[in-house]
T-cell receptor
């Protein structure tokens, strides 16, 4: 089983609909992230969370909201989807970079492809 | 305002030769850098990282070089293999913030 699981993997919806993308992790990490990938724009940070009480905006948070329901769960919502939110969305988790033996890497899920018509 | 830039969208290299992928950053507060590889229909996977206290880090065929004065890092893959064909992203952050900023990616194609 994957350490970082995203649902749904694919979703097609219409403009104006509310959409929720869910992420759960079994790595025990406190830090969780949502990114979107667009051709030519790379991976852009939407929101990130350090624990259930700490939510931070990323580079492109407008039009999105998040909920950290538990240490292991972090969901991304589009309250009223629009076509330019069509993208591949990734959830990720990280461990701290305190220990020199830890790389401080992000661990990504497999992605959720969202199409807004 | 793109803080992390990968100016080459694509790169083709012959199998067995060296692949060099470049990344530039503008924020002098960044002090930790990572490279990721991404295959189609999969999430990005970690390759190698480097702290700003170093200028080089090696892991097998992969070496990352950091030039702080130029705000530039590069990933060298030697020798390149067809399985290395993927999109490569560099990322940067200021340790303590845990806010990872990614570049736009470079698509590497290794020709057999």
């Amino acid at each position: 089983d994957a350490d970082v699981t995203q649902t749904p993997r694919n979703r097609i919806t219409k403009t104006g609909k509310r959409i929720m993308l869910e992420c759960s992790q079994t790595k025990g990490h406190d830090r969780m992230y949502w990114y979107r990938q667009d051709p030519g724009l790379g991976l852009r940070l939407i929101y990130y969370s350090f624990d259930v009480k700490d939510i931070n905006k990323g580079e492109i948070s407008d039009g999105y909201s998040v909920s950290r329901q538990a240490q292991a769960k972090f969901s991304l919502s589009l309250e009223s989807a629009i076509p330019n939110q069509t993208a591949l969305y990734f959830c990720a988790t990280s461990d701290p970079i305190r220990d020199r033996d830890l790389t401080g890497e992000l661990f990504f899920g497999e992605g959720s492809r969202l199409t807004v018509l | 305002d793109q803080q992390v830039k990968q100016n080459s969208p694509s790169l083709s290299v012959q199998e067995g030769r060296i692949s060099i992928l470049n990344c530039d950053y503008t924020n002098s507060m960044f002090d930790y850098f990572l490279w990721y590889k991404k295959y189609p229909a999969e999430g990005p996977t970690f390759l190698i990282s480097i702290s700003s206290i170093k200028d080089k880090n090696e892991d097998g065929r992969f070496t990352v070089f950091l030039n702080k004065s130029a705000k530039h890092l590069s990933l060298h893959i030697v020798p390149s293999q067809p399985g290395d064909s993927a999109v490569y992203f560099c990322a940067a952050l200021r340790t303590g913030t845990y806010k990872y900023i990614f570049g736009t990616g470079t698509r590497l194609k290794v020709l057999a």
